[in-house]
């Protein structure tokens, strides 16, 4: 069965740094999606992103936050400066069609120390 | 905006059958879902609802009624393996983007 994909299984990175999430998507889904879990917490959205652009953003995904579909497999979440507040399990989803079911992958822990 | 609540925590026996409920409020809808989550792990697709009524998949079954804003996830024969966190999940109006509950933590004991 067909699953998302994520690369690493966890991040240690110093405040400051950037970082790239790597995610592969279903192979025949369209709409790609990033939320993150800080520990004890809700999941909460981040990004969707359909055809090449951002198709919706919270107010989570500031200008530190961006996104992209570098090659016809992979889609990207980087953080440009990372914050203490940025600890948490990032998770890429994706789905079929707008509105369609979500599958999540496997998430990457981020820790900023 | 959404709101969405949940119970935190709630304990059921092995063998029996357990109701998590969920009532949200939302600005637009497009379908509630459930998701299981073990600790640790990514939420698992459970159920989808659009339409009011029932919907039964094996021993799961998920209910919603859009006019009082209410879901339930109705797990019945219960094992070990269903202790997790029972996330509700609601799509709402033209957004992408899932608001999550902050899920019910289920205990399972013998």
């Known amino acids: 069965e067909p699953e998302v994909t994520q690369t690493p299984s966890h991040q240690v990175t110093q405040m400051g740094q950037e970082v790239i999430l790597r995610c592969v998507p279903i192979?025949?889904?369209?709409?790609f999606y990033w939320y993150r879990q800080i520990l004890g917490q809700k999941v909460e959205f981040l990004v969707s992103?359909?055809?090449?652009?951002?198709?919706?953003k919270s107010e989570i995904f500031d200008d530190q936050f961006s996104v992209e579909r570098p090659d016809g497999s992979n889609f990207t979440l980087k953080i440009r400066s990372t914050k203490l507040e940025d600890s948490a399990m990032y998770f890429c989803?994706?789905?079929?069609?707008?509105?369609?079911?979500?599958?999540f992958g496997p998430g990457t822990r981020l820790t900023v120390l | 905006g959404q709101n969405i609540d949940q119970p935190t925590e709630m304990t059921a026996t092995e063998g029996a059958i357990v109701q998590i409920n969920c009532t949200y409020q939302?600005?637009?809808?497009?379908?509630l879902f459930w998701y299981q989550q073990h600790a640790g792990e990514a939420p698992t697709f459970l159920s989808y609802?659009?339409?009011?009524g029932l919907e039964e998949k094996g021993r799961f079954s998920s209910f919603l009624s859009r006019s009082k804003g209410y879901s339930y996830l109705l797990l019945k024969e219960l094992q070990m393996k269903d202790s997790a966190s029972y996330l509700c999940?609601?799509?709402?109006?033209?957004?992408?983007?899932?608001?999550f509950g902050k899920g019910t933590h289920l205990i399972i004991q013998p």
């Open positions: 989803a994706s789905s079929r069609l707008a509105r369609d079911t979500q599958y």
């Open positions: 192979s025949n889904h369209l709409y």
């Open positions: 992103f359909y055809n090449n652009e951002i198709s919706e």
């Open positions: 939302t600005s637009g809808f497009n379908g």
């Open positions: 609802n659009v339409l009011d």
């Open positions: 999940a609601v799509g709402g109006g033209g957004a992408d983007g899932l608001t």
